[in-house]
């Protein structure tokens, strides 16, 4: 009898084990997804990339139980994206819970929203890049072959001492650079360039800004010179 309960026993411990066994080679249980009651808040902006001085639409739409009426605050960072500033100007959602704000970045900048409820519901961060405004123009567009024409423009915002790069358009429709020009100082707002030559053919001209961390590339218009 005694025999008997000591391997009853031993059985009852080896199942155990087994089972303790099973139980530790299954996976772990993924979290639970939040719940469809939180609030919940998405950016977007029209145009993600923009010319310099020019603007874009931030909007988007609060979800959830708490989404009409709700003031919506946009906090930028531009470059070095480094600290979120508030910006004076605030939104509010409608009845669906959609929201807009126009801005006007400078430079490189990300963006994200909050949501005045309880507790604050924030979105997720986006970036905007701006580009170098860049113009382009030429003392003559009608030339005699050999003259020397005059091609100046400007960059804005101000990139005093950088370089920006010349091109003339090739037969096979690419771009060959002529020069690389410094900007000069033009003010606060922006920088200046000129490129003197000779003309000798009829051809198609532009100036390239290329991107630093701040702003993305800008190019000038095609500018075509006819030469006679």
Known sequence: MLRRTVMLAALAACALSNVGAAEAA?????????????????????????????????????????????????????????????????????????????????????????AKTSPTTTSANILVQVVKRVSLTASDRSANRGQKITFSGKVSPAHDGQAVVFQRRSSSGSWVTLRSVVLQDDGAVRSRYTVSMRVRSTGVYR??????????TGKSRALRVTVS
């Not at 902006?45 to 988007?60: C, D, M, N, Q, Y």
């Not at 100036?207 to 993305?216: M, N, Y």
């Open 26 to 114: 299954k996976p772990p249980k993924p979290p639970k997804p939040p719940s469809s009651a939180a609030n919940q808040l998405t950016i977007t902006a029209a145009p993600t990339r923009l010319l310099f001085g020019r603007t874009t639409v931030l909007s988007g739409k609060l979800t959830g139980p708490d989404h009409a009426g709700k003031v919506v605050s946009v906090e930028e960072d531009g470059y070095p994206f480094d600290t979120f500033k508030a910006l004076a100007p605030t939104a509010t959602t409608d009845a669906n819970g959609d929201w807009r704000l126009t801005v006007q970045p400078a430079l490189n900048t990300r963006y994200r929203a909050m």
């Open 207 to 216: 100036t390239v800004a290329k991107a630093d961390a701040d702003h993305g």
